[in-house]
T-cell receptor
Framework: NAGVTQTPKFQVLKTGQSMTLQCAQD?????MYWYRQDPGMGLRLIYY???????DKGEVPNGYNVSRLNKREFSLRLESAAPSQTSVYFC???????????FGPGTRLTVL | QKEVEQNSGPLSVPEGAIASLNCTYS??????FFWYRQYSGKSPELIMS????GDKEDGRFTAQLNKASQYVSLLIRDSQPSDSATYLC??????????FGKGTHLIIQP
């Protein structure tokens, strides 16, 4: 039982490049989330998916897109990376919006 | 705008003492409250959840909730150097999921 897994662990991009961050969970959770964490800003919600087939914007969705591929997988795409997107990205899953969320190990992204 | 406030610290506590971490929240409709621990360079890890007014104990950790005062706290008894980390308070107010505080950096001095 791996919990929540994320790939890649580290990534360096140039401004304007695109990439997809992958997330998968094996806990049979309905809800999945993408956060970014920046120094002094705390964890901020980018997008979430309450169930397979649905996605909703969080606090900071601009510049990102998501896909809930199936119940297990939830990906985050940066279409045209900007230096302001340099951050640590965490994926999380939970049984519902009011319940505990479990976090993946994170992806450290640097945009030059 | 829902807000969760924590003192950023650092909070320095001698080994073996009680560490007290505090959190206030703005949304009176919040129903679920969580404490996460985050070591430097790692992901947040759940320590405690609390849903009702009063105290909830789990080993060396006690969470306290006072909904009337919109206040949540975490007590760590017999503090150990391994407790040194950033502690995140998270509050659930419904449709928007969890709102996190910015965290309190705790240092346990040997």
């Amino acid at each position: 039982n791996a919990g929540v897994t994320q790939t890649p662990k580290f990534q360096v991009l140039k401004t304007g490049q695109s990439m997809t961050l992958q997330c998968a969970q094996d806990m049979n959770h309905n809800s999945m989330y993408w956060y970014r964490q920046d120094p002094g800003m705390g964890l901020r919600l980018i997008y979430y998916s309450a169930s397979e087939g649905t996605t909703d914007k969080g606090e900071v969705p601009n510049g990102y897109n998501v896909s809930r591929l199936n119940k297990r997988e939830f990906s985050l795409r940066l279409e045209s990376a900007a230096p302001s997107q340099t951050s640590v990205y965490f994926c999380a899953s939970g049984t519902g919006r009011t319940d505990t969320q479990y976090f993946g190990p994170g992806t450290r992204l640097t945009v030059l | 705008q829902k807000e969760v406030e924590q003192n950023s610290g650092p909070l320095s506590v001698p080994e073996g003492a009680i560490a007290s971490l505090n959190c206030t929240y703005s949304d009176r409709g919040s129903q679920s409250f969580f404490w996460y621990r985050q070591y430097s360079g790692k992901s947040p890890e759940l320590i405690m959840s609390i849903y009702s007014n009063g105290d909830k104990e789990d080993g060396r950790f006690t969470a306290q909730l006072n909904k009337a005062s919109q206040y949540v706290s975490l007590l760590i008894r017999d503090s150990q150097p391994s407790d040194s980390a950033t502690y995140l308070c998270a509050v659930n107010g419904g449709a928007d999921g969890l709102t996190f505080g910015k965290g309190t950096h705790l240092i346990i001095q040997p």
